[in-house]
């Protein structure tokens, strides 16, 4: 069965602070997304990765990093956390047309 | 960048009636994909069609790819209260290395 799986359910940050929110995909697929999910505005694509160590701007890169080292693994970095990050985050990943996602990660930033 | 259009934005029904939601978009795509994601939950695939004009079923899911490649509509008969949550349509084209476009969302609410 396919698993995407995110290191948080609900994470709780202070302004200023890094903030490292992590995806781990069993499936060895390439493709790999960061999403952010606000009411009213739909899923938003942060970064996509389609290899190890690639990595492309999504709609909303401003504020973020990522980081692949492991086809299984991507990370999503908010360097100096705001409060207009407070968000749910969604990680997914796609051998071709079909994602999978993960059950998302809710951030609060106070 | 490409954009879909997906209306409508909410529906509020009454359990057992047919619900029906499109999307449309400016651009051509391959495959059109309907996903649904629960309360709290990350978005799950239902139903992905593969060519214009295909008219594809999933239990009381109905789904098709429009002659165009662009637009989609998906059709839920008989609502149920579990129905609720967000549908989303997304296109994919084949060279996008698996980078979808997602429409908005619509927001089902089913009252018992």
């Known amino acids: 069965d396919v698993k995407v799986t995110q290191s948080s359910r609900y994470l709780v940050k202070r302004t200023g602070e890094k903030v490292f929110l992590e995806c781990v995909q069993d499936?060895?697929?390439?493709?790999m997304f960061w999403y952010r999910q606000d009411p009213g505005l739909g899923l938003r694509l942060i970064y996509f990765s389609y290899d190890v160590k690639m990595k492309e701007k999504g709609d909303i890169p401003e504020g973020y990093s990522v980081s692949r080292e492991k086809k299984e693994r991507f990370s999503l970095i908010l360097e100096s956390a705001s409060t207009n990050q407070t968000s749910m985050y969604l990680c997914a990943s796609s051998p071709e047309d079909t994602q999978y996602f993960g059950p998302g990660t809710r951030l609060t930033v106070l | 960048g490409q954009q879909l259009n997906q209306s409508p934005q909410s529906m509020f029904i009454q359990e057992g009636e047919d619900v029906s939601m499109n999307c449309t978009s400016s651009s051509i795509f391959n495959t059109w994909l309907w996903y649904k994601q629960d309360p709290g939950e990350g978005p799950v695939l239902l139903i992905a069609?593969?060519?214009?004009?295909e008219l594809t079923s999933n239990g009381r899911l109905t789904a098709q790819f429009g002659i165009t490649r662009k637009d989609s509509f998906l059709n839920i008969s008989a609502s149920i209260p579990s129905d609720v949550g967000i549908y989303f349509c997304?296109?994919?084209?084949?060279?996008?290395?698996?980078?979808?476009?997602f429409g908005d969302g619509t927001t089902l609410t089913v009252k018992p």
């Open positions: 997304a296109g994919h084209f084949n060279t996008n290395a698996g980078k979808s476009t």
């Open positions: 069609l593969y060519k214009a004009g």
């Open positions: 499936m060895d697929h390439e493709n």
